[in-house]
């Protein structure tokens, strides 16, 4: 049973810093590009970063560039999102995902597995 499950998000001031965490089982984790997303109330899902299998491609959203960064580590089957100098529009619904494709990765059709999502809000 492949499960995805997201941790660490929370409430936090503007300015602050985040670390989500999302826990993968049920497949080859090291086999799949992942990847990160959040939707904001009323809004639709929105890409925010990704990374393939190795970690050594990265892509990011340019309106979180220089502030958020993307790691996994294939020994644990794991993906973290590092977030800093967080502003009140980063508020929303977190998601991981998984790809078994390396490529469109900022688009959420690409993905074959999803979390639950862990909420992030970021007061001003």
């Known amino acids: 049973q492949v499960q995805l499950v997201e941790s660490g998000g929370g409430l936090v001031q503007a300015g602050g810093s985040l670390r989500l965490s999302c826990a993968a089982s049920?497949?080859?984790?090291?086999?799949?590009?992942m990847g990160w997303f959040r939707q904001a109330p009323g809004k639709e899902r929105e890409f925010v970063c990704a990374?393939?299998?190795?970690?050594?491609?990265?892509y990011y959203a340019d309106s979180v560039k220089g502030r958020f960064t993307i790691s996994r580590d294939n020994a644990k089957s794991a993906v973290y999102l590092d977030m800093n100098s967080l502003e009140p529009e980063d508020t929303g619904v977190y998601f991981c995902?998984?790809?078994?494709?390396?490529?469109?990765?900022?688009?959420?059709?690409?993905?074959?597995?999803w979390g639950q999502g862990t909420q992030v809000t970021v007061s001003s």
């Open positions: 995902a998984a790809s078994e494709r390396p490529y469109g990765l900022q688009n959420f059709r690409q993905y074959d597995y």
């Open positions: 049920g497949f080859t984790f090291s086999d799949y590009a």
């Open positions: 990374l393939n299998w190795n970690g050594l491609n990265t």
